[in-house]
Nanobody, 119 residues
Framework: QLQASGGGLVQAGGSLRLSCAAS????????MGWFRQAPGKDREFVAA????????YYADSVKGRFTISRDNAKNTVDLQMNSLKPEDTAVYYC??????????????WGQGTQVTVSS
């Protein structure tokens, strides 16, 4: 029900845009979030956006560099990542939940997409 795409290899300072396509139950009314997990590290919250897109929240580590947005007509949520750093390297996951929250458990998860930032 959630399909993430857009990952790849980029040099430090570069940009990538991730996209998450929602279908089925998650295509309406859900808060959408992006998380990431680097090798050997716990999964961490990156950003979240509510259904109306009026509320967004970012982890301190990405604030000012990443932008989350959504297009409810297309059932997509994007994560624009600018000024990428090697420490942004991780598998990125999109997730959906009915409650706007920072981190924690989300009800639905997509498969991950790998982002690798070279120095």
């Amino acid at each position: 029900q959630l399909q993430a795409s857009g990952g790849g290899l980029v040099q430090a300072g570069g940009s990538l845009r991730l996209s998450c396509a929602a279908s089925g139950r998650t295509s309406s009314g859900y808060v959408m979030g992006w998380f990431r997990q680097a090798p050997g590290k716990d999964r961490e919250f990156v950003a979240a956006i509510n259904w109306s897109a009026k509320n967004t929240y970012y982890a301190d580590s990405v604030k000012g560099r990443f932008t989350i947005s959504r297009d409810n007509a297309k059932n997509t949520v994007d994560l624009q990542m600018n000024s990428l750093k090697p420490e942004d390297t991780a598998v990125y996951y999109c997730a959906a939940d009915l409650t706007f929250k920072v981190g924690g458990h989300y009800d639905y998860w997509g498969q991950g997409t790998q982002v690798t930032v070279s120095s």
